[in-house]
């Protein structure tokens, strides 16, 4: 039976509207309009997608935006300076610094940087350390994402086995650290997940997959996960974005995947939507605690 897609672009679509809605509720009670800066630095063309879809998201939301842009010769110092003044600056409840940065800068310097209440990313790690204790300040975009469609789906994850893909800080890691939380907001079906962590150096990877209910690949490999790997029945969630001659493709062999799967999001049209939003609902909430 073929798995039933999760569009991501519907859900993305439904919680954005939720943000305008609360973003103008709050305004009209006369809170100050939440505002989000982004910083750019260099040319890379994908990063500069990412900025302009985040800005457009932003003016749909009631959220006001700035945008940075700084060349690629920019030092660590001269980008910790400007993000010393957006930290100091009352309009700005957000501060996003658009990764990668060009190889002269340190990054570990930069992010720590940044005021850990405007850290809507999540990578402060402050605000990671508050997350791997249960007591979330700000959830990473992108496996927060992955948390809205499950709960929004009806997926319940509590007591599964959840094998991810992938142990980055921005997705990997953080992923499996909600999957594995105690409680959530979302409520108890979307938290309490036995979990799997994997990476290049996991020996038998499709023995553990082969075991998941749930399977979150975050490897950026196209097409990596096959058929042979997902249990008849499991969820898929692919996070990765491959641009390949075919087009964006993601981490999931896809078509092949989908006929086994019970559930599955594609790409495009999947997690990549809800990263932005969750950015959105971030930066209100940066703007209202
Ligand atoms: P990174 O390159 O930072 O991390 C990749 C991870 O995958 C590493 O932990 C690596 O292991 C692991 N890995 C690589 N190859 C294999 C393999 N053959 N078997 C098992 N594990 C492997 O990537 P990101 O986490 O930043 O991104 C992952 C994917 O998600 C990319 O395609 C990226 O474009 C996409 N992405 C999508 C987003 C969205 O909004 N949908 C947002 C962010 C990323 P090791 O640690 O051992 O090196």
């Known amino acids: 039976m073929a798995a039933r897609i999760l ?57 006001a935006s700035w945008l940075h842009r700084m060349p690629d010769e920019t030092t660590t110092e001269d980008l910790l300076e400007v993000v010393s003044q957006l930290n100091g600056d ?41 997350l791997s204790q ?67 150096r996991t020996t038998n990877l499709a023995e553990l997959t082969r075991q998941a209910d749930l399977v979150v690949a975050a490897i950026g490999r196209p097409k990596f996960v096959t058929a042979d790997m997902i249990r008849p029945g499991a969820v898929v969630i692919d996070v990765g974005i491959n641009r390949t001659d075919d087009g964006l493709v993601g981490d999931v062999d896809f078509g092949p995947v989908s006929e086994i799967a019970s559930a599955i999001t594609p790409v495009p049209g999947g997690v990549g939507r809800l990263t932005v939003t969750m950015l959105l609902a971030n930066t209100f909430a940066a703007a209202t605690k």
């Open 7 to 63: 569009d991501g672009k519907a859900i993305a679509k439904e919680i954005q509207a939720e943000i305008a809605t609360s973003v103008a509720a709050h305004v009209a009670a006369g809170g100050m309009a939440p505002g989000l800066a982004a910083v750019l630095v260099g040319e890379d063309p994908a990063s500069q997608v990412y900025v302009r879809s985040k800005q457009k998201a932003c003016e749909r939301a009631g959220i």
């Open 90 to 130: 009352p309009n700005v409840h957000g501060i996003l610094v658009q990764l990668p940065l060009p190889p002269q800068i340190d990054e570990l310097r930069v992010l720590d940087a940044i005021d850990p209440a405007k850290d809507v990313d999540g990578f402060h790690p402050q605000n990671v350390g508050l």
């Open 134 to 200: 249960g007591r979330p300040r700000f959830l990473p975009c992108t496996p927060s994402g992955v948390m809205q469609i499950l709960a929004r789906s009806d997926i319940s994850i509590a007591g599964k086995h959840a094998v991810v893909l992938g142990r980055s800080d921005i997705v990997g890691k953080p992923m499996a650290s909600l999957l594995a939380q105690k409680e959530s907001t979302l409520g108890p079906n979307y938290c309490n997940a036995t979990v799997t962590l994997c990476h290049s």
